[in-house]
């Protein structure tokens, strides 16, 4: 993959106790002007676990690759015969709502730069905790790196732009829980437009009937039951459609809009296809 990197093995078995593997560890990354790994002859499932937990690059014989730095997360499957089998193009699961949050925030906010991990969580209201369990999400699907300046460790997209949006996208998800209609009043339009309405802002789209907004599942709106489908016409068309979604998009939000990937998310799989039109449009388009 055109990167270099070092990787170290071991003369005489090393006991792998984890302290002393992760003080090495930061001793020759602090010295290397490349990334670092370690290689094993054999590991126990133990011993790999550590290593990972502590973001430990490393090589296991052939059977065991973890290469954060380049992406990888690979582990040969030991499996009797199934009914189902194993896809080549198979990927990880889908990211948590949360960290799909997070990796939004990395996305827009931190973009070329890098940010430690406290002051991530501080700006997003978050425990150091929570965001150490965003980062292995992402950097297991190989969507940032982690690194150690000094006594901080520092996080960073792997990549930029477009190509950090399109190699997120099997890991991504619509934010959308559920939706509400709900007669119009003044705080439905405080809140971001959503759907075809914030599609319409960016494209030739024309804008729909039925006004749409999201707020997150602790919004006030988000608890209102709405009106029943079967009441819809007593009113005459004047009503606002309501996407309550999994996180929020406040802090999101682009131009009283909702941001361009969790639009494009909500939208994917609609059948209309002057809307699959504009969000093409919509993704040439952003200056990303």
Not at 81 to 98: D, F, N, R, W, Y
Not at 191 to 205: D, F, N, W, Y
Request: charged share 25%.
């Amino acid at each position: 993959m055109d990167q270099r990197f070092l990787l170290i093995s071991f003369v005489d078995k090393s006991e792998l106790r984890k302290d002393a593997l992760i003080k090495l560890f930061d001793k020759l990354e602090s010295t290397s002007s490349i990334p670092v790994a370690f290689a094993f002859e054999t590991l126990s499932d133990f011993q790999r676990k550590n290593l990972i937990e502590a973001n430990i690059p490393f090589v296991a014989a052939s059977s065991i690759f973890y290469l954060p730095f380049l992406g990888i997360a690979y582990r040969k499957r030991k499996y009797a015969a199934s009914p189902k089998p194993l896809e080549g193009s198979e990927v990880l699961p889908k990211l948590t709502s949360a960290a799909q949050a997070f990796f939004l925030f990395l996305m827009y906010k931190v973009k070329n730069s890098q940010i430690s991990k406290s002051e991530a969580a501080r700006k997003n209201g978050l425990t150091p905790m929570s965001v150490s369990r965003y980062c292995k999400e992402l950097s297991d699907r190989g969507l940032i790196q982690e690194f150690k300046v000094g006594n901080t460790v520092q996080i960073r997209c792997s990549e930029s732009g477009r190509a950090l949006f399109d190699k997120a996208l099997p890991y991504l998800d619509s934010p959308v829980k559920k939706e509400i209609i709900l007669l119009p009043s003044k705080a439905f339009d405080k809140l971001p437009k959503a759907g075809e309405s914030a599609l319409s802002q960016v494209t030739m789209l024309a804008p729909p009937k039925t006004e749409v907004a999201a707020c997150g599942p602790h919004a006030a709106l988000a608890k209102g039951k709405g009106i029943d489908k079967e009441s819809y016409g007593f009113f005459n068309d004047n009503y606002v459609e309501l996407q309550v979604w999994k996180y929020d998009p406040q802090p999101l939000m682009q131009n009283n809009r909702i941001d361009t990937v969790s639009l494009y998310m909500s939208l994917k799989d609609s059948p209309n296809e002057r809307v699959q039109a504009s969000l093409k449009e919509m993704l040439d388009k952003e200056q990303w």
